[in-house]
């Protein structure tokens, strides 16, 4: 299964915070791939260049440059699980993909009251938010 990255930061000490589509952040540490892979000691060798890091086209992984990426399974795998007060959300076109619905799905079981506006789901501006936990006990586990 594929843990599509949302969003991914530089920290101090060549780490990573990489937040994923189902609502788990997790911390990943790039230092031991100095040693087992040439091509990142350039990033040892330059802070700037680890510092611009982007989460690569559709999420898949992340990547700095032409030469150096890692795949969202590598960062899911062997990333440290940390809590955020963002845990368990996730947006309504996540959720419908990983569930195989569609955001009209989502809309009308919070009209109707099968999630619960304000616990289950939120809008924040444009955005609507889910846990991952009301779509785990409304419609079971991911399909993707």
């Not at 990489?18 to 350039?42: C, M, N, R, S």
């Not at 846990?131 to 785990?136: C, L, Q, R, W």
Request: proline fraction near 4%.
């Amino acid at each position: 299964m594929f843990h599509k990255v949302k969003a991914v930061n530089a920290l101090p000490d060549f780490r990573l915070s990489v937040q994923f589509a189902e609502g788990v952040t997790k911390i990943y540490d790039v230092k031991p791939l100095f040693a087992k892979w040439a091509p990142f000691k350039a990033l040892k060798n330059s802070p700037e260049l680890f510092s611009c890091v982007e989460v690569d086209a559709g999420g898949y992984g992340i990547v700095w440059n032409d030469d150096l990426d890692l795949s969202c399974d590598e960062l899911f795998a062997n990333g440290e699980t940390v809590s955020t007060p963002f845990d368990g959300l996730m947006a309504f076109t996540d959720a419908t993909r990983l569930w195989g619905l569609n955001e009209s799905t989502l809309r009308k079981a919070i009209a109707y009251g099968k999630l619960v506006n304000g616990v289950d789901a939120c809008k924040f501006g444009k955005q609507w938010v889910i846990s991952t936990e009301a779509m785990k006990r409304e419609y079971g586990l991911p399909k993707a």
